[in-house]
């Protein structure tokens, strides 16, 4: 009975999350591996916004096939990708929220780097805060044969 309820988890599992994305996510030049939680992605739906569960190890992006029609049917819609990022520094629990702006071309790359830079690292902020407005910047790399794209240029 064990092994039956193991391989219908492990068959729900892999029928559930049907495609994948190489992504990584890096924070501050550091990959996270389990200082995050409740990965989403939040996809607007004629007016309507969608919030969709997806699964994430580093290295593998794993979404729904509810996701990846819905990605596939508009290939031009941009779609964010939520993370919470959670420290722990100077004896006190920080939470920084990241919403990741994606578009199916970058997730079908053979592989993406998403290098986040938190603005709540002092060095990070005077660096790059010139740029945007939020508590944070995100930088993709991807497609190495072409060069590095979305390099920002760092504040001195």
């Given at each position: 009975?064990k092994k039956l309820?193991i391989?219908?988890?492990?068959?729900f599992?892999?029928?559930?999350?049907s495609?994948?994305?190489?992504?990584i996510?890096?924070?501050?030049?550091?990959?996270?591996?389990?200082?995050?939680?409740?990965?989403?992605?939040?996809?607007?739906?004629?007016?309507?916004?969608?919030?969709?569960?997806?699964?994430?190890?580093?290295?593998?992006?794993?979404?729904?096939?509810?996701?990846?029609?819905?990605?596939?049917?508009?290939?031009?819609?941009k779609?964010?990708?939520?993370?919470?990022?959670?420290?722990?520094?100077?004896?006190?629990q920080?939470i920084?929220?990241?919403?990741?702006?994606?578009s199916?071309?970058?997730?079908?790359?053979k592989y993406?780097?998403?290098?986040?830079?938190?603005f709540r690292?002092?060095?990070?902020?005077?660096?790059?805060?010139?740029?945007?407005?939020?508590?944070?910047?995100?930088?993709?790399?991807?497609?190495?044969?072409n060069?590095?794209?979305?390099?920002?240029?760092?504040?001195?």
């Open positions: 009975m309820s391989m219908f988890f492990l068959f599992h892999f029928f559930c999350f495609q994948s994305a190489n992504l996510l890096q924070v501050n030049g550091k990959i996270i591996i389990a200082e995050f939680s409740n990965v989403y992605l939040k996809l607007d739906l004629e007016g309507n916004s969608k919030k969709i569960d997806v699964d994430y190890l580093p290295g593998d992006l794993k979404l729904t096939e509810e996701a990846w029609s819905i990605i596939k049917n508009q290939p031009d819609k779609f964010f990708l939520h993370v919470d990022y959670y420290t722990y520094e100077k004896g006190k920080e920084a929220n990241f919403d990741l702006e994606l199916k071309y970058l997730i079908e790359q993406l780097i998403a290098d986040i830079y938190d690292d002092k060095s990070y902020k005077r660096r790059y805060q010139y740029i945007t407005d939020k508590n944070y910047l995100v930088q993709f790399y991807y497609r190495p044969e060069g590095v794209h979305g390099i920002y240029i760092p504040r001195k």
